[in-house]
Each structure stands twice: as structure tokens, then as C-alpha cells.
């Protein structure tokens, strides 16, 4: 009797055993289960949120079919912004090499910007439309097109805007601040020491100097007087002569269409349906990745506000 009562506790407790560990084991399942789910959800999450902020680059755009390439340009241009000379050379080079290419659209919303940035830009569209004069390259205007963007825009081959749009601005600027009466009245006084004579040009803490003045305004007729060529350059016979339109004003699309500063009404969409005749657009433009985009706020946010508090210059 004790044999047998031993043996049925015996097979009683490797039966509970056998069911506590094969519980454990099907937790563990479960869990690890559990935590593979979460793992692939949290990456697709994560994959999502890093495309929607744009973090992973776009390299390179395939397509099959006969296509409009478009390439963006807004914001101020600067070698430090996305629409900086190296940023939309590079979309545009990637449009006009595509073999699928029938056309490139430059879709603009800038108030202007570096003259420099917008020369380069200017040059580099003049350049691949000597390399590729079958495709053409159209610049269609939204919001505005102003100094350094129309000086990007008079390098296309037609101008499309909106009836709305503010086109012009063609002069250059340069502004600052004098602060001597301040410092004057509050008991400060400038102390700068130079080696050269003009080192401190048109220093906001220091007296004006007349001489130096009539230097800052030479050089900005000089420039001035670039961009007037780039422009008639670009519209040629086109353009009205009128000299209000180098005066610095700005114009309605409407208007500017009369002036001969564009050419006509059309967004991207109807370029790239009716002028073009490739319906379907890919962009081209270089994005901005959300580390760089994070890094130039964080960076250009002191670097302009010691900027604005100095002196500024650019076509605006």
C-alpha cells in the first residue's frame, strides 16, 4: 500500500510539474511573441516617422515612363539654406540626366537672397541647357519671385506665374543700424581698434563715414548692374524697355506678363500637361534630411540674430 500511495504522489507531482513547466513554457512563448510584435510595430512606427520628417535622403528618383522633372526652390536663397546654389545645381543635374526626362520645371518661392548662391544657380541652368537643348526648363512662379529669385528665374527658357504673384525687385540692398546717439546718451563708449583704415566699414557703433558710404553704394551699383545683364540677357527682346523695371519695384504676374518680365499664366501641373506634354511630375529636389534641418535651426538662430543686429545685404 505505501509502494503504490508513494508511486500515485510520485506521478502526481511530475504531472503538476510537467503542467507548471509547460505553463512557464507557454508564457515565455507568449512573451517573447509579445515582444516581437511590439519590436516590428515600433519599427514600422519608427520607419514612418522618420520618412515623414525626412530623415532618410532621397538619392535618386526612378522612374519608368516619360516624365516632367520638377525641382523646388523656396525660402531665402543662401549657402546655408535648402535652396542653396548646391542644393538645386544638384536636383537639377539629377532632372537633366534622366534619359526620361521630357522637361524641367523650377517651381520658385523666394523673396531673393544671396546674389552670389543665385548667380551660381543662374549659371549652372544656363549651362545644362547648352548640354541638353532638347530638354527645356521652365520656371513657374507661385507666391512671389523676387530680386535673387527672379535672378534665378530669368535663366529659364519661359516665366509661367499666377495673375497674383509678385514678381520684380530687381536692385540690391544693403541696411543696418547706428546706435551712437544711444551709446551717447547711456554713457558708452566705443572702443575699436583696427589695422587699415576701412577695417571697420560701416561699423553700427561708430560715426558714419561719408567716404565709406559712397564705396557701399559704388559696389552696390556694381552689382546692380550684374543683374540688370543677367536679366535682359535672359529675356532679351522680351522685356519693355522701361526703366521702372530695374527700379526695385515689384509687379502682379499679371503685370509682370506685360512688362515682359514673364511670359505667361500656368502653374507646374498645367506646364506639365499642355507646354511640356508629360503629364506625370517627379520631384527632383533635395531634401533635407530632419538631423540637418534641426542643426541649421539650431545654428543659423544665433548666427541671424548677430546678423540683424549688424549690417545685411543681398537681393531682396
Known amino acids: ?12 507531482k511530475k504531472t503538476l510539474e510537467k503542467l507548471a513547466f509547460s505553463s512557464i513554457n507557454e508564457q515565455r512563448r507568449a512573451r517573447r511573441w509579445s515582444i516581437l ?21 532621397d538619392n ?44 524641367v520645371i523650377l517651381r520658385i518661392n523666394s523673396p531673393g537672397g544671396s546674389p552670389v ?14 548640354e541638353y537643348p532638347d530638354i527645356p526648363l521652365y520656371a513657374v512662379i507661385e507666391d512671389i519671385c523676387a530680386s535673387g529669385g527672379y535672378y534665378v528665374a530669368a535663366a529659364a527658357d519661359k516665366i509661367y506665374v499666377d495673375k497674383a504673384s509678385i514678381v520684380g525687385s530687381i536692385g540690391v540692398l544693403m541696411n543696418g543700424f547706428g546706435f551712437t546717439g544711444t551709446m551717447e546718451k547711456l554713457g558708452i563708449e566705443r572702443r575699436l581698434l583696427t589695422a587699415g583704415e576701412n577695417k571697420g566699414f560701416l561699423d553700427a557703433f561708430s560715426p558714419s563715414n561719408p567716404q565709406q ?41 499679371q503685370k509682370s506678363i506685360e512688362l515682359g518680365l514673364t511670359d505667361a499664366l500656368g502653374s507646374a501641373d498645367y506646364v506639365a500637361r499642355e507646354i511640356i506634354k508629360a503629364e506625370d511630375i517627379v520631384d527632383y529636389t533635395t531634401k533635407e534630411s530632419f538631423a540637418e534641418r534641426f542643426a541649421d535651426r539650431l545654428g543659423s538662430a544665433s548666427t541671424n540674430a548677430l546678423i540683424s543686429a549688424g549690417n545685411g545685404w543681398g537681393l531682396r
Open 213 to 253: 558710404q559712397e564705396y557701399a553704394k559704388e559696389m552696390l551699383n556694381n552689382i546692380h548692374q550684374q543683374f540688370i545683364q543677367v536679366v535682359q540677357q535672359g529675356r532679351g527682346k522680351r522685356l519693355r524697355n522701361d526703366p521702372e523695371i530695374f527700379s526695385g519695384i515689384v509687379w502682379t504676374g
Open 60 to 103: 535618386g528618383v526612378a522612374m519608368s515612363g516619360k516624365h516632367t522633372a520638377l525641382v523646388e526652390l523656396r525660402g531665402e536663397i543662401s549657402a546655408n539654406s535648402i535652396s542653396s546654389a548646391d542644393n538645386v545645381n544638384t536636383g537639377l543635374q539629377k532632372a537633366f540626366k534622366d534619359k526620361n526626362t521630357q522637361g
Open 1 to 12: 500500500m505505501l509502494d503504490s500511495e508513494d508511486r500515485n504522489e510520485g506521478w502526481e
Open 37 to 57: 510584435f511590439k519590436s516590428l510595430a515600433f519599427l514600422y512606427l519608427f520607419i514612418l516617422l522618420f520618412i515623414g520628417l525626412g530623415w532618410f535622403r
Open 117 to 130: 548662391q543665385a548667380g551660381y544657380i543662374n549659371d549652372e541652368i544656363r549651362r545644362l541647357r547648352a
